[in-house]
């Protein structure tokens, strides 16, 4: 996924927000695919004196199964996005 953000690349304090999933079922850790539901992503961009903050979340429901006992469970994961781009 790629974001358009000529629109706010030379406008200081400009902000262009996002929303979109990504379909990650495909990830293989270590012969396991616990992203079985599609990853949605949303956040904006903001130009802060020339340097693009993007900042956001991305949420999923992860398929695992538990180390100890062996039962299986499922877990919302939401992993914070920042970084300057």
Do not use: W
Request: glycine content about 6%; some cysteine.
């Amino acid at each position: 996924m790629r974001l358009d953000l000529s629109s706010i690349i030379h406008i200081p304090d400009a902000s262009k927000s996002f929303q979109f999933q990504v379909d990650l079922s495909d990830l293989d850790f270590y012969g396991i695919r616990p992203i079985t539901q599609p990853v949605q992503a949303e956040g904006s961009v903001t130009n802060h004196a020339g340097a693009l903050v993007l900042e956001g979340t991305a949420r999923s429901v992860l398929d695992l199964t538990c180390d100890r006992c062996g039962k299986a469970f499922s877990r919302e994961k939401v992993v914070a996005l920042d970084s300057l781009v």
